[in-house]
């Protein structure tokens, strides 16, 4: 009964090097959010996107992040010349598009510590 | 747009007080309201829903209930432990909208 998997659960880069976050979606889930934590703060919605598309990106920043869920394997959650601020738990949730309630499963997350 | 208001936590409580944690909205249509739950480092459990006015969510002893009126959905326990100790989420969801997320109110009980 796989979950929402993300990996790396901890990705250590330096200033001005990519990261890049992983997202598998539950079996039969074709719908991925990707949220970012930052510490003591709650969760901002940062892209939305279904398989090959990107449906809602109103939360990502306009330069060096990018975000792709191609037909197949995992959703990617890019960030080229990271910084110190892109520290950060980055969540990914899934569902299927088609429960009434709208509910997310989320992973456990991967944190990025930037130095 | 959506907006989600919680009370600043964060909460400190001895076992076995009883728990309030208010959640107000403001949304477009009729959204399902949710309470996640996260446990330190992990990431995020529904806990409870509620997808209609007066609907009344609950799970392992908490409770929330749907409150048009007042745009509302106030999680609340009647004894808490100390295994509730967590960061409580409030969210919601228009009908293909994303979920939108309070700031989280962190709860802390005390044996």
């Known amino acids: 009964n796989a979950g929402v998997m993300q990996n790396p659960r901890h990705l250590v880069r330096r200033r001005g090097q990519e990261a890049r976050l992983r997202c598998s979606p539950m079996?039969?889930?074709?719908?991925v959010y990707w949220y970012r934590q930052l510490p003591e703060e709650g969760l901002k919605f940062m892209v939305y996107?279904?398989?090959?598309?990107?449906?809602?990106e109103s939360g990502m920043p306009k330069e060096r992040f990018s975000a792709e869920f191609p037909k197949e394997g995992p959703s990617i959650l890019r960030i080229q010349q990271v910084v110190r601020g892109d520290s950060a738990a980055y969540f990914c949730a899934s569902s299927s598009g088609q429960e009434a309630t709208g509910e997310l499963f989320f992973g456990e997350g991967s944190r990025l510590t930037v130095l | 747009g959506n907006s989600v208001t919680q009370m600043e936590g964060p909460v400190t409580l001895s076992e076995e007080a009883f728990l309030t944690i208010n959640c107000t909205y403001t949304?477009?249509?009729?959204?399902?309201l949710f309470w996640y739950v996260q446990y330190p480092g992990e990431g995020l459990q529904l806990l409870l829903k509620a997808t209609k006015a007066d609907d009344k969510g609950s799970n392992k002893g908490f409770e929330a209930t749907y409150r048009k009126e007042t745009t509302s959905f106030h999680l609340e326990k009647g004894s808490v432990q100390v295994s509730d100790s967590a960061v409580y989420f409030c969210?919601?969801?228009?009908?293909?909208?994303?979920?939108?997320f309070g700031t989280g109110t962190r709860l802390a009980v005390r044996p």
């Open positions: 969210a919601l969801k228009s009908s293909g909208d994303k979920l939108t």
């Open positions: 949304a477009t249509g009729y959204p399902s």
């Open positions: 996107l279904q398989k090959e598309n990107i449906i809602d």
């Open positions: 079996k039969g889930h074709s719908h």
